[in-house]
């Protein structure tokens, strides 16, 4: 929905467009003399033109002593000629020198779904609730841009700018990053950080005066603060206003939220950029990416408007989400048809779906010193190539997924010995390696039609259903040897290309992206993947934060998370197996574990969990997370409830021991407040069981001890089991317990 009001400034006419959708508003106001600036967004305030009035009003009329001579408008494009001294959101070049800018607005245009310029199909459909576009122009500079703006009906506010070079000198783009106000009583700012093995980490801080900078630099990152934005003090999952951005983009992102003395508090959030890298001949156009925010009461609310967003991309999968065995952790480097298929006969007993051949079937790539790049299938080691294993793995049932990772190589490959032109880096020397390799060029000529053939003819030949993309190093002095200059944004930009072109070859296809683990958890690339890998440590302790992080932004069904073996390969604890099967649940499920050493009890086990998967993912993946609160953080309770509320799961979690009673109040939040509910603990393997003899993991019960309703279930209305709660089960560490709430 769309509705304009319009008002008369001291001096010039000012309108305003006031976009509604999803339950969000957003209202945008320009002067002709400026760049359009978005004045409010956040819960829908209604159509009553005097609101808009209101907002517009509270907008910064007040002159601050010290500063320039007229109000200071934060522009979509806040900049210097505006009398912003703030974090610049465009800086231009010619010649290697900046030039002043000075955005008009020139013409508006808004509407909504029924007339949205964005096409709903293709990798950027996009469907809109409300939209705005305006276009800006500096003649003395020459260029022209337009501002869009969306509101989708899910509410999330999204905003990119376009700028174009009319003059005859190239321009140089040094910076186009959109910004979004925040409230100023959200003290708190929000990202994340994290490392390989332990990605996304929230974190929040007082937002004092000054800029919290996140750039992402080397296109991946572990430590890319995914989401950034600010909260008020206390905020939590389920209480306290929220509002955090994400920018979709798979290169260089630059994104800060910066607190003026004036009372600003912004969030920017675009492409980084590098000197020289974006330079537009006369009539070229340079687009940033989209900046996507939302808002909520609680980390809950603000994170499913993302998730309802995300459902709606094209490339989101429609059909249930199958359990994967990868077989990575269970043979690494040590791949043989017998094994294999071995484990694959194993994998379809438990009830797996999808079986993914891991790295090392190419080249010489024995290890991971050498062959990357090679994508021909290894003869040594698949003498009657992989056929063989894919038509058995589709004969017990399951689709075969098979790993490349192909932007990179290694030097000791044919790859790197036939086109040392094709590697990224300065002309004469190469970047320092990073787990022994190098990145190639996409946009080298050639590099792309090389992938994309190699890859084709593997996925038609073989017969595969599924490709994990890993790509396992950052980009380094990120050189175009040929053209020379830095190519992140060109990179970027060939491997969405590359991706594009296999999904239209392919419309079946799969794909899961992968960088070491999390290292490129992006909406870019979520418009062309299925699926990404939440990292590569699987430890349950360490993956309920990891998890919690990422699906602040994604849904629980693009979150790849796997069921591990006893022993954790990265961290050395060992946990029982209900604790790592009740870790994994909500997920995309896998397993990564060698099934051959596991016993006939522990598979036996395992497939129930599996079988239990197969009816929560109904819930889980299609309707909404939610967080029990908990006094500390030894207790997480982590829900899933479908979109109806008929029926909900809750997984408790207890990661320690805590000084407070082991088991006290468990909220449920998330259900009907006025369905009345049975609560249970299902009978899953050993998930109802109190005090029986040791697990499988051989260290003791899950349970201590259980509330007198444990054996035949509790029955309370959805209101007041988010408000009161029942009485949990006394949960021993390291160990988890499912809950099942159905409507009566
Ligand atoms: C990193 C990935 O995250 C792992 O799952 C595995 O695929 C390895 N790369 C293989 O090299």
Partial sequence: MISRSRRLDVSTRTQAWHLRAGGTSLIVDTIGQFCPRVSYWGPEVGDDPAVVEAVLESQGLSVPSGTCDIPLRV??????????????????????????????????????????????????GQQVGAWLWADVTDATAKIEG?????????????????????????????RLVPTLPLPTTLTQIVDQAGRHLRERQTQMHEATIGVHHRPTRGARNHNASTILGAAVAGANARQGRVAYGHVEWSGNVDQWVERTPFGHLVLAGGELLMPGEI?????????????????????????????????????????????????????????????????????????????VLDDGWFGSRRDDRSGLGDWQVSEDVWPDGLQPLARMVHDLGMEFGLW????????????????PEWIMGPRDREPLESRHQQVLNLTAPGVVDYLEDAISRLVSEVGIDYIKWDYNRDLLEAYDRIGGGYAVHGQTVALYALLDRLHERFPDLEIESCAGGGGRVDLGIMRRAQRIWGSDCIDPLERQIIQAGTSLLLPAELIG??????????????????????????YHLGIEW??????????????????????????????????????????????????????????????????????????????????MYRIEAPIIANNAVVGLPP??????????????????????????????????????????????????
């Fill in 75 to 124: 522009g979509v494009l806040p900049e210097e000629s505006a009398g912003w001294l703030g974090e610049p959101g465009i800086m231009l070049t010619r010649g290697g020198r900046l030039i002043p800018v000075k955005l008009h607005t020139t013409r508006v245009e808004s509407g909504g779904a029924d007339d949205s310029p964005w096409p709903l199909d293709g990798p950027e």
């Fill in 404 to 419: 490349f990772e192909p932007e990179m190589l290694n030097m000791d490959s044919e790859i790197a010995r036939a086109h």
């Fill in 279 to 355: 330079e537009l001949a006369r009539g070229e156009t340079y687009s940033s990416p989209w900046l996507s925010a939302t808002w909520g009461d609680g980390f809950d609310a603000a994170s499913a408007k993302f998730h309802s967003y995300v459902r709606g991309f094209t490339a989101h999968p429609s059909r249930p989400r199958p359990v994967t065995l990868n077989a990575w952790e269970a043979v690494y480097f040590a791949q043989t048809f017998e094994g294999l298929s071995e484990l694959a006969r194993l994998a379809a007993e438990v009830g797996v779906e999808r079986f």
């Fill in 695 to 744: 697990d499988h993991g051989g260290h003791g019960s899950t349970l201590a001890g259980a509330p007198a309703w444990w054996a035949s279930g509790v029955i309370a209305s959805g209101a007041f089991l988010a408000e009161v709660g029942v009485a949990g089960p006394i949960v021993n560490p390291e160990r988890a317990v499912l809950l099942r709430a159905t409507r009566l």
């Fill in 561 to 586: 998370s796997h069921i591990a073996s006893p022993t954790s390969h990265t961290t050395g604890r060992t946990q029982n197996l209900q604790f790592r099967c009740l870790n994994a649940q909500f």
């Fill in 594 to 675: 060698d099934l051959r050493r596991a016993s006939e009890v522990e598979r036996a086990e395992l497939a129930a969990w599996v079988a239990a998967h197969k009816n929560i993912r109904d819930v889980s993946h299609t309707g909404s997370l939610v967080t029990g609160l908990q006094p500390d953080d030894a207790t997480r309770v982590v829900g899933a409830v479908a979109e109806d509320g008929a029926q909900a799961y809750y997984v408790v979690i207890q990661t320690r021991t805590s000084a407070s009673r082991p088991a006290g109040i468990l909220t449920l939040p998330g259900l009907d407040p006025d369905g």
């Fill in 146 to 174: 337009r501002i869009e703006i969306q509101v989708t009906p899910s509410g999330i506010v999204r905003q990119r700018a376009h700028i174009r070079n009319s003059g005859d000198e190239p321009l140089g783009v040094a």
